[in-house]
């Protein structure tokens, strides 16, 4: 595709629901990465992929955040048990060299 | 941990004055990225930085990164209102993962 493409854009989550968020990155692509941006702030780094590897995951706040990769190309952060405090926009990236390709983000609120 | 703080957090100019914001790293950096975000919108890559006392120009942008390589600046010159966003700074250690600075949101007047 011509861009990052993610989905759902917009997500409204009873607190304790699980929830599954999609990225669609570049194509040949070989480096994927998940932020979380909260309102008035940078992005804050979540998890990295290299193909299907999840080489650094130090980002992810609790063991209710978890990314895949299966096959190196789509990418899913599912978050277990919602809680209010994430409600937050999060970003997809891909990246074949330095620049990182932001896809649209999805905007997640937490009831 | 790694930090990366940037200055100012806001600005407000007339449309025509210059603008400059301003990033500082903790811990030297191997690479430092610029990105530009419009309100409503996702960051946007603008340039990358490596080499020591780099100095880079995109049309009225210019870009340095210090001779530490823990520091670095974005001018704009003569502001238009197209310029208008937040900009952010992202230092890379030694492995991919980027920290983000907390931007600067610029606001120009025409």
């Known amino acids: 595709g011509a861009g990052v493409s993610q989905s759902p854009r917009y997500k409204v989550a009873k607190r304790g629901q699980d929830v599954a968020l999609r990225c669609d990155p570049i194509?040949?692509?070989?480096?994927l990465f998940w932020y979380q941006q909260a309102l008035g702030q940078g992005p804050e780094f979540l998890t990295y992929?290299?193909?299907?590897?999840?080489?650094?995951k130090s980002g992810l706040p609790s063991d209710r955040f978890f990314a895949e990769r299966p096959e190196g190309s789509v990418s899913t952060l599912k978050i277990q048990r919602t809680q209010q405090e994430d409600s937050a926009v999060y970003l997809c990236?891909?990246?074949?060299?330095?620049?990182?390709?932001f896809g649209p983000g999805t905007r997640l609120l937490v009831l | 941990g790694q930090q990366v703080m940037q200055i100012p957090q806001y600005q407000h100019v007339q449309e025509g004055e210059d603008f400059t914001t301003y990033c500082n790293s903790s811990?030297?950096?191997?690479?430092i990225q610029w990105y530009k975000q419009r309100p409503g919108g996702h960051p946007v890559f603008l340039i990358q930085?490596?080499?020591s006392g780099e100095v880079k120009k995109q049309k009225r942008l210019t870009f340095q990164f210090g001779e530490a390589k823990k520091n670095s600046s974005l001018h704009i010159t003569a502001t238009q209102t197209t310029d208008v966003g937040t900009y952010f700074c992202?230092?890379?250690?030694?492995?991919?993962?980027?920290?983000w600075g907390l931007g600067t949101s610029l606001a120009v007047n025409p």
């Open positions: 990236a891909s990246s074949l060299h330095a620049a990182q390709y």
């Open positions: 194509s040949g692509h070989v480096s």
């Open positions: 992929f290299q193909n299907e590897a999840q080489l650094d």
């Open positions: 811990t030297t950096l191997s690479n």
């Open positions: 930085l490596v080499k």
């Open positions: 992202a230092g890379a250690g030694n492995n991919r993962k980027l920290i």
